[in-house]
């Protein structure tokens, strides 16, 4: 997994603690492989995180829209009852609640969406628009458009996008404004909806394919915690990495590894292409599945009732 990171002094930091796991072989690394200090980010303020940075471990976290499709593939069939309600976001009073809360919803958003329930999109839509208001990115919803859409089922592939992208511009304007922490609880809120869903489809109907997407998040857990970290001063994030620490303590016991294959070349609709042949194997228990379901289901209803 490649990674970009806020600044030369901490590129440095980040290869002295690779060394000391070890070299880097041909295999492919977990990312719990790699250990980051608790003392890299020192005293001082949050370092600035860069674009390049939060968009390489967003480009590794399944979006909304990614995992609702992959759980309605399963034939499991839409529960309300599963989703975060709109009625407590009087109770949101700080921009930390809120900003978690927004990426909460917006992964609700894609999982409505997808099962085109119209009249749950607009309700969500509209919890979304008070919270990015009250968090100063309003400006990147076109509620009037979101609500046509919603509307008409026909467009609903007009309707992920518009959202979908309203989301990505938002996320970009935060970090280009000096206001990360906020995306990164965006992201975060996020995260552990998409898994919230998937653990709660897995454990209603076991799924191999959602299962293995489920493990595999395990990835994700070191750039996750890692970005957390950069704002410790801030007592609510480290209560919130302490949480998030937790789910990665239950995915200790999950294995990923890879075979290392050669590439191949082939002919596609008269262009030359190279396929990857190598293989990721998966290899996760019922116990730890169950264990990481519980942990995921308790931290995510602490996020929602804040």
């Not at 492989?33 to 949050?46: A, M, N, Y």
């Not at 480009?59 to 839409?78: Q, R, Y």
């Not at 979101?146 to 089922?153: G, H, P, Q, S, Y």
């Amino acid at each position: 997994m490649m990674r970009k990171w806020y600044n030369f002094t901490f590129i440095v930091l980040v290869a002295i603690a690779l060394a000391q796991v070890g070299c880097h072989s041909d295999s492919k690394k977990n990312s719990d492989d790699i250990e980051i200090p608790d003392d890299i980010f020192g005293d001082d303020k949050p370092l600035m995180i860069s674009q390049e940075a939060m968009g390489d471990i967003i480009d590794n976290i399944s979006s909304p829209v990614e995992m609702a499709a992959l759980l309605k593939s399963t034939g499991v069939s839409f529960s309300q009852k599963l989703l975060a309600s709109t009625k407590r976001v009087d109770y949101l009073n700080t921009d930390f609640k809120r900003a978690l809360n927004l990426g909460i919803y917006g992964c609700d958003l894609g999982y409505l969406n997808m099962y085109e329930k119209t009249g749950s999109v607009i309700n969500n839509m509209t919890t979304i628009k008070t919270l990015a208001n009250e968090l100063r990115i309003g400006q990147f919803f076109d509620f009037n458009t979101i609500k046509r859409l919603a509307t008409n089922n026909e467009n609903l592939d007009s309707l992920m996008y518009i959202s979908v992208s309203s989301f990505n511009n938002m996320d970009e304007y935060l970090r280009n404004n000096n206001r990360s922490n906020i995306s990164s609880l965006i992201v975060t809120g996020m995260w552990v909806e998409g898994m919230y869903l998937a653990t709660q489809v897995v454990k209603a109907a076991p799924n191999k394919e959602v299962v293995e997407r489920i493990a595999t998040q395990k990835l994700v857990l070191n750039d996750l915690i890692l970005i957390l970290k950069n704002y410790k001063t801030d007592p609510n994030f480290v209560k919130l990495v302490d949480d998030v620490e937790r789910i990665k303590k239950e995915y200790e016991a999950v294995k990923i590894t890879y075979e290392m294959a050669e590439p191949e070349a082939k002919e596609v609709d008269g262009m030359l292409i190279i396929v990857q042949n190598d293989k990721q194997n998966v290899d996760i228990s019922d116990e730890t599945l169950n264990n990481i379901i519980t942990v995921i289901e308790d931290v995510r209803n602490k996020m929602i009732n804040l």
